[in-house]
């Protein structure tokens, strides 16, 4: 039944334009949790009804443009079948979350210098369980990278931008679920940098001890108090904007937290997000408020009760989401006049 399953996958591959491999490219996968740029945008444009890759997030759409969307369909081959385990001096500067260009697949649209790629939302210090897709499985070391202080997202990737030794290193960690499936993965816990705040990237390498095929990705993600929660999936910013956040105090033991992110702007007007997390104890009922920094004035806003008096904003949960389990999130949503705030001013969270 396995086999079965197997070779559906790769009838469907072959009917979507995905091109086989030579003999010594075997190993395929990519870093999850958190996302790589391929998995997220993969995750962004394909059209789950044709299979179609539509990428709607800005970087997804400028990376396809430029690579092609084998790119996506490809989403796990970000591999050199001759790396050894090398990174710098082996890749170029600039051409590190494309595995260079001597790969199988052209994925140099990934090394663009941009503000709004998809992001994952992590708080610093905090112990998280990082998962990489097992698309094939092989034995071998993942190590993780991560960018130093004053990291500028603009400009493609360096070598000198990452600290010099992996944070988080691992050898044939734990995997569920089967080879060739989008679910299963490699997975294992880990602590994230100490003292990092804002935005940085993760870079992730997994060199196979069986052979000498190496896979290489990048994840950004923002030091924010999240708990790996994913922006700028299935969003269509007008122009490349950075996506400014504000976070409450992560909570511990009971209450909650908000954490507030700017989704798109344009003249005149915003979207934003807000997302509320409970603690080590489940909420059961909650309300966000803050101020603005400016003129700003509240438009409408989704799944919750929005009211506005001056600068001041407070959302209380609808009865469908009052209810944030132990560790969880929920979100709501809402559209601002005025120029988009980089961040709001006395944002909180009120357990009921």
């Known amino acids: ?44 444009g394909r059209n789950p009804n044709t299979g179609a890759i539509e990428p709607k997030n800005a970087a997804c759409a400028a990376a396809v443009a430029q690579s092609g969307t084998n790119s996506l369909y490809n989403w796990f081959a ?18 590190l979350c494309s595995g260079g260009t001597g790969g199988p697949y052209n994925f140099t649209g990934f090394n663009l210098g941009r503000t709004d790629w998809p992001l994952t939302h992590l708080t610093s210090g905090a112990t998280v369980e990082f998962k990489y897709n097992n698309w094939a499985r092989h034995p071998g070391t993942f190590s993780l990278y991560i960018t130093k202080d004053g ?10 931008d990452l600290e010099p030794t992996p944070f988080d290193q691992v050898t044939n960690p734990a995997e569920t679920g089967g080879p060739g499936t989008d679910d299963g993965h490699y997975y294992w816990n880990g602590q994230l940098p100490a003292g990092k705040t804002g935005k940085h990237l993760i870079y992730s390498v997994w060199a196979r001890s069986d052979s000498q095929e190496t896979f290489y990705g990048c994840s950004d993600v923002i030091f924010d108090g999240g ?11 007008s122009s490349p904007t950075p996506s400014a956040s504000t976070t409450t105090n992560p909570p511990s033991g009971a209450g909650c937290s908000a954490m507030y992110n700017i989704v798109s702007a344009w003249t005149g007007g915003f979207q934003a997000e807000v997302m509320v997390h409970a603690a080590e104890t489940a909420v059961n009922g909650w309300t966000v408020s803050w101020t603005w920094p400016g003129t700003q004035t509240l438009a409408s806003a989704w799944s919750g009760k929005a009211t506005s008096s001056g600068s001041l904003v407070s959302v209380a949960n609808e009865n469908w989401n009052a209810s944030v389990p132990a560790g969880g999130h929920v979100t ?6 005025g120029t988009a705030p980089p961040q709001v001013n006395n944002l909180t969270c009120t357990a009921a």
Not at 30 to 38: D, I, K, V
Not at 78 to 95: E, I, M, N
Not at 151 to 160: F, G, I, M, V
Not at 332 to 337: C, I, K, N, P, Y
């Open 151 to 160: 990291y500028d997202p603009t400009k493609p990737l360096a070598w000198s």
């Open 1 to 44: 039944m396995r086999k079965l399953r197997f070779l559906a996958v790769l009838l469907f591959a072959a009917a979507v334009g995905i091109v086989a491999l030579p003999g010594a490219a075997e190993a395929h996968g990519a870093l999850q949790m958190p996302g790589s740029r391929t998995w997220l945008c993969y995750q962004d």
């Open 227 to 237: 708990n790996g929660e994913v922006t700028g999936v299935g969003t269509t910013p």
């Open 332 to 337: 709501f949503g809402l559209l601002g006049s």
């Open 78 to 95: 970000v591999l050199r079948s001759d790396g050894a385990g090398r990174v710098s001096g082996f890749l170029p500067d600039g051409q």
